[in-house]
């Protein structure tokens, strides 16, 4: 079952909502460190969010284009819309825009809980193997935690 995080209310309570549904998946001691969140138009999320982003790199594995914001907390909020049919397409499609996507950093990773390294808006990162709910959880390990300059 899919699991959509309400968007009304604040982004504040959109991120909170997002990590409350992806906590049980990642390891006890992860951090998060960003939200992303799908839309079919980063240009006029970011305006009606109001948030002032930037382009970045694209997410090969969700096939993406970014655009990255500084949102609440000290997290990186990465506005997310897709290019591909791939992953976020079909996330957006099953559940509307909204966060959708987390990146956590770890002090160690267990590679077999998680799909190959790919780079990303935050830097490489692991795709963490998950139920099929069209959320997705990304984990940073210490060699890879470093977001691009």
Do not use: K, N
Not at 63 to 70: W, Y
Not at 110 to 139: M, Y
């Amino acid at each position: 079952m899919a699991h959509r995080v309400p968007r009304a209310g604040s982004l504040e309570d959109a991120i909170a909502g997002a990590l409350l549904a992806d906590r049980p998946f990642v390891p006890a001691d992860a951090v998060l460190v960003g939200v992303g969140w799908s839309t079919v138009e980063s240009e006029r999320a970011a305006r009606e969010l109001g948030l002032d982003a930037l382009d970045a790199p694209p997410d090969v594995a969700l096939g993406a284009s970014c655009r990255l914001a500084d949102g609440p907390d000290g997290l990186v909020l990465v506005l997310l819309e897709p290019v591909t049919e791939g992953r976020l397409a079909r996330s957006l499609a099953r559940l509307g825009e909204g966060p959708v996507v987390t990146w956590w950093d770890v002090p160690a990773l267990d590679e077999a809980a998680t799909t190959r390294l790919s780079d990303g808006p935050l830097g490489p990162a692991h795709l963490l193997r998950a139920p099929d709910d069209g959320r997705f959880r990304f984990l940073r390990s210490p060699r890879a935690a470093t977001i691009p300059a």
